[in-house]
């Protein structure tokens, strides 16, 4: 008996020892520290941030312009030569260049974008990144016709990372499309 009861004593033992060693011990562990939050949020901005830059690409890729547009702030610029402001002009100056070809660049043609740096200042941040633009040559394979350079401000608003500012600078001679 005195054995089966130690057997008992033991489990018992071992079993709070086990939940001792599992459970919380206090608010650190069970809450996330300020540094730890403060990472976080910095972690999610430069995400929202790295979509803002990849939708510049892919929005224009696929002509959607209106939305093109919305990814400026109200009061947000795009310098690319000429300054435009505000995102329904935005929309529309983009909407009448594509349309206008002046390259005559075959379609697909899109943009590879890369190197994309961010620093992060509250509700505010800068970045700069680059890009290729790509169109089918004359034999059907893909040529690089342009590359871009981009300096950017950005502006947290109600409705996300917004560009206030965006800065285009060519690094490669625009090349018309081979004949």
């Known amino acids: 008996m005195a054995m089966k009861m130690n057997r008992v004593m033991m489990s018992v ?72 402001r505000g995102p329904k002009a935005i929309a529309d100056g983009l909407r009448r260049t594509f349309a206008g070809n002046s390259l005559g660049l075959a379609e697909p043609n899109f943009h590879v974008l890369f190197n994309e740096r961010i620093t992060l200042a509250g509700a505010k941040a800068v970045a ?25 401000e950005l502006v947290k608003t109600a409705n996300g990372w917004r560009f206030a500012k965006r800065v285009v600078r060519g690094n490669l001679s625009a090349r018309p499309a081979a004949r």
């Open 128 to 152: 700069s990144s680059q890009s290729f633009f790509v169109a089918p040559g004359a034999d059907g394979a893909p040529r690089i016709v342009m590359m871009a350079s981009y300096e950017d």
């Open 13 to 84: 033992f071992l079993l709070a020892a086990v939940m001792l060693a599992i459970a919380p011990t206090g608010n650190a562990q069970s809450t996330p520290s300020s540094a730890s939050a403060a990472r976080l949020a910095a972690l999610e901005d430069r995400e929202a941030i790295r979509l803002v830059l990849r939708d510049y690409g892919r929005l224009l890729d696929e002509r959607r312009f209106d939305e093109f547009g919305r990814l400026f702030a109200e009061d947000g610029e795009y310098v690319a030569g000429a300054t435009t």
